[in-house]
């Protein structure tokens, strides 16, 4: 958008425009409350447009008038206006309505299919499903598939988060954690008996407690956050985390609606 690139392209265009309109009555209070400008920048604004040639004035005051100059940049200014607006929509259009998935079995251009989550992801099939999708270009099994025409519900059961509390290294670190405990809680899964799908860790000691258990570690960084976003696409995650860290899994989780119970991890 080369003629708003520079500096107060967009005021003259939007003063000339308003002039355009060849309101004999409009004032410089007028376009600096339209406008959400001072009026002593609308004054600068004009006696520029004037010089320029675009408008003309006596003693720069109203009535203004726009010269066949100032309707030609207007025109100009609004054509490139509306070509980048119209980019921009087109690039919402196509963001919002293109989802990615992955196939789960060969796909065609143009069937309608199945939508369906498994371990949080996003796949896509040729059965009845409660959601379903176009498919825009032919897509083997196990690859990416961009869908279109998104309609209805996909079944998706929200998960738990079993947040353990380890003590501080000032307590005593992993000295003093429980770890038959910890193993216990990983091996027996959430308060509901549904089985662990993800472990996160948040701190130094909570790595050192899923190293020595023996624990993969799913996510370690924004532990909290990703947590309750991994309940939310229906994973029960059990959060290691150490001291005050509760607090934040704690306010992720309950401002996500998550189901979630804190056991002490200490001995």
């Not at 929509?89 to 079995?105: C, D, Q, S, V």
Request: glycine letters at 8%; charged letters at 30%; aromatic letters at 4%.
């Amino acid at each position: 958008m080369k003629a708003f690139k520079k500096r107060g392209a967009l005021t003259h265009f939007q003063i000339l425009s308003e002039i355009s309109k060849q309101d004999p009555h409009l004032k410089q209070k007028d376009l600096a409350q339209k406008l959400g400008i001072t009026i002593q920048a609308v004054s600068e604004n004009i006696k520029t447009l004037i010089e320029l040639g675009y408008i003309t004035s006596k003693d720069g005051r109203s009535p203004y008038k726009i010269t066949q100059k100032g309707i030609d940049k207007v025109k100009r200014d609004a054509i490139s206006l509306r070509k980048y607006s119209d980019s921009v929509l087109e690039t919402m259009n196509h963001y919002k309505t293109i989802w990615p998935a992955i196939a789960g079995e060969d796909l065609k251009k143009d069937q309608i299919v199945g939508l369906y989550m498994k371990d949080g992801i996003l796949y896509a099939h040729h059965k009845e499903e409660n959601a379903t999708g176009i498919v825009l270009e032919d897509t083997e099994k196990d690859s990416d598939v961009a869908l279109t025409n998104l309609t209805g519900l996909i079944d998706m059961t929200v998960g738990e988060a079993t947040v353990i509390n380890l003590p501080t290294i000032k307590e005593g670190g992993t000295n003093v954690a429980d770890m038959n405990l910890i193993k216990d809680v990983y091996e027996n899964g959430t308060k509901s008996g549904a089985k662990i799908d993800k472990i996160a860790v948040a701190g130094t000691i909570s790595r050192v407690v899923a190293n020595k258990l023996d624990l993969n570690v799913d996510i370690e960084f924004a532990a909290p956050q990703a947590t309750a976003n991994a309940a939310r696409k229906g994973l029960n995650v059990l959060a290691l985390c150490v001291g005050d860290m509760t607090k934040s899994f704690v306010r992720e989780l309950e401002s996500e609606k998550i189901k979630y119970n804190i056991i002490d991890g200490r001995k």
